[in-house]
């Protein structure tokens, strides 16, 4: 007698019961699966249309998400590890897979930089760069094919392209030449060096995906390009999104369906596997010393949680500390806003504090005269900092020395000058 339902205990009890449609016919369309597995005690069940293996999908509502030894951040990773498909980063699931052939050009993206590696070249007692040799490796190896890319997408029309999906492509290229950039110029430290050829690794592969995203795979989702005919060596996705798992099985692009148990009576999986375990398939899981702070606490499916590990990633480039290992120490009176500052961040507002910033400390008579008497205004010659721009200078002349304030506000930021001292009051 055929089966009529299938609970979660009995699917937790026998996993088997995944299979129990299977069948030897050929696989006719997206839906009829060649692997299967059991998760969360047989609340849901994952199969995959296309490929025969299962990564361990990255669930869970309080996952932490921190940077590992290896300056990357697990099977949290979007680089290393397949993700929930997020529609804000679609090309995720098209990011390269590591080449089996350590000759291929492309290994150095995946290349780990160790402590002493023969490949770092030491310049002084702190001072450590590359090898000129294996950062001509990334120039012609990496950066030159992508730039190709690149141009030929921007000259391609774009009459039905997602315009803020060029800026994403633009912007990934900004942060691949800057990189570069500082890995060519920039005095750095061990740690320093081995976190800025990680960056630059992510960001390449990035940009490689999301070229290749634009040019074919969303093109294949379109009926644009016909179906690929294979599967593609890319990462994959896992989803619950019937229609995203019909197209990516059109564009050869590795695919895990995630479903719940209650339809499980018609699902065909010819086969049941074990879950593929990140710390198996050499994904290092061991801790930085010290640790870093996470960057990210949540649920898996969060789509924030590529964005923080995008955002902590291309911060170093932008930071007075290239490596800042310690989170900043909380101000015990902060702005106060109104509504949250993601919401606020999202539909271009500004914050609305609700008092100063800036502790103010009282400045006496005394010191108040005798800034007054010495401030002077030299603009620093040399040819080792930038020349001091006129419109600044002439601000800075502007100031009327006799509403000097009382109070001064201590070292608690940066806060821009009024306006107004940029106008000149007679001509404009």
């Known amino acids: 007698m055929p089966l009529q ?13 995944l299979v129990h449609k299977k069948s030897v016919d ?59 498909y997020y529609y804000h980063y679609p090309y995720l699931p098209a990011i390269r897979c590591e080449p089996t052939n350590e000759q291929s050009p492309n290994s150095i993206l995946w290349w780990n930089p160790e402590p002493a590696s023969p490949l770092f070249q030491t310049t002084s007692s702190t001072i450590v760069c590359l090898k000129s040799s294996e950062v001509l490796k990334f120039e012609n190896d990496i950066i030159s094919p992508l730039k190709v890319k690149l141009d030929e997408y921007i000259c391609r029309p774009h009459d039905k392209d997602p315009e803020n999906q060029k800026e994403a492509i633009l912007f990934l290229w900004n942060l691949v ?28 592969l990035e940009l490689e995906a999301a070229l290749y995203w634009e040019n074919v795979i969303r093109r294949r989702f379109s009926g644009t390009l016909p179906p690929a005919e294979k599967v593609e060596c890319r990462l994959g996705c896992f989803t619950r999104d019937p229609n995203l798992v019909t197209n990516c099985v059109k564009a050869g692009i590795p695919v895990w369906h995630i479903q719940d148990v209650n339809v499980l009576i018609g699902i065909r999986i010819d086969k049941r596997v074990d879950l593929l375990l990140p710390s198996a398939s050499g994904i290092v899981m ?18 924030q949680r ?20 310690t989170v900043a120490p909380r101000r015990v ?5 109104g509504k949250d500052i993601n919401t606020l961040v999202k539909h271009n507002h500004g914050i609305n504090v609700n008092y100063h910033p800036y502790r103010a400390i009282a400045v006496s008579s005394d010191q108040r ?10 603009p620093p010659l040399s040819q080792h900092i930038p020349t001091p721009q006129p419109a600044w200078l002439s601000a800075l002349q502007s100031i009327d020395i006799e509403w000097f304030p009382h109070a001064l506000p201590d070292d608690r ?3 821009f000058p009024p306006p107004y001292l940029f106008y000149d009051k007679v001509k404009d």
């Open 413 to 415: 930021g940066y806060a």
């Open 5 to 17: 339902h299938i609970t979660a205990d009995e699917l937790s009890q026998n996993p088997e019961l």
């Open 306 to 325: 590529p964005t923080n590990i995008h955002i902590a990633s291309r911060v170093a480039l932008h930071s007075g500390d290239v490596f800042p290992w």
């Open 26 to 84: 050929p696989h006719s369309n997206e839906f009829s699966n060649r692997v299967g597995a059991v998760l969360h005690y047989g609340r849901n069940f994952v199969a995959s249309p296309n490929v025969d293996y299962i990564p361990q999908p990255p669930l869970g509502a309080s996952r932490e998400v921190y940077m590992r030894a290896d300056f990357r951040y697990a099977d949290d990773d979007y680089i290393y590890w397949p993700q929930t």
């Open 177 to 204: 030449a800057n990189f570069l950039s500082r890995l060519k110029t920039l005095p750095m430290s061990e740690k320093e060096l081995r976190r800025c050829i990680r960056k630059l690794q992510r960001f390449a």
């Open 369 to 378: 005269k005798s800034i007054k008497n010495n401030l002077q205004i030299v």
């Open 286 to 303: 061991d801790e930085m010393q010290p640790k870093v702070p996470a960057v990210f606490k949540g649920p898996g499916s969060d789509p």
């Open 333 to 337: 009176d902060p702005p106060v806003a």
